[in-house]
């Protein structure tokens, strides 16, 4: 019965479908990624390696047997490991993951009838959609990383959540994000 399926044997199974095809859509639930991914959306995820992943590149990763989906805010390298800064965009305080738990990352976001690839934050995102291109995530790229330098001045690498407030900001000036 479906009832009794675990959603550590759904993520299980979605890692290995990724493993296997290299690209697999997911649903996101939850709201955390807001304003650019909202709960109900889909997200492509493509397999990739940590030499793939950059700041600013939204990710999927394994944590409790759930895959969850944020934005990487930082790279830590040592000689025998590699860490990934992770939070989600409204969340208030980032985390360490390890690179070996990330599953892959987001290349495109569905929503209803439209899909826009996502690039890194080096690049517009290009649409490939049938309607108009979200202003969002056209400039997202561009004014997450000023936000992330703007914080550095500001407060230096305190936890204050000034990414994700601002992000909320920015999605209300462009007049398409939502609040709560």
């Given at each position: 019965m479906v009832d009794n399926v675990r959603r550590t044997d759904i993520a299980d199974l979605w890692a290995?479908?990724?493993?296997?095809?290299?690209?697999?859509?997911?649903?996101?639930?939850?709201?955390?990624?807001?304003?650019?991914v909202h709960n109900g959306d889909s997200v492509l995820v493509r397999r990739a390696t940590v030499s793939d992943?950059?700041?600013?590149?939204?990710?999927?990763?394994?944590?409790?047997?759930?895959?969850?989906?944020?934005?990487?805010?930082g790279i830590v390298r040592d000689a025998s490991r590699t860490m990934i800064i992770e939070k989600g965009d409204r969340s208030l305080r980032p985390t360490m993951i390890?690179?070996?738990?990330?599953?892959?990352?987001?290349?495109?976001?569905?929503?209803?009838?439209?899909?826009?690839?996502?690039?890194?934050?080096q690049e517009s995102p290009d649409k490939f959609g049938s309607a108009g291109q979200s202003p969002v995530l056209q400039y997202l790229g561009v004014a997450y990383s000023f936000l992330l330098k703007l914080k550095h001045h500001l407060i230096g690498n305190k936890s204050l959540g000034?990414?994700?407030?601002?992000?909320?900001?920015?999605?209300?000036?462009a007049g398409t994000g939502t609040s709560r």
């Open positions: 290995e479908v990724l493993d296997k095809t290299g690209e697999l859509w997911i649903g996101i639930s939850g709201d955390s990624m807001l304003p650019v992943i950059g700041q600013g590149d939204i990710v999927t990763f394994r944590r409790g047997g759930i895959l969850i989906t944020h934005r990487v805010i390890d690179s070996d738990d990330v599953a892959g990352k987001v290349i495109a976001l569905r929503r209803g009838p439209d899909t826009w690839s996502i690039k890194g934050p000034l990414q994700g407030f601002a992000l909320s900001v920015w999605a209300r000036v």
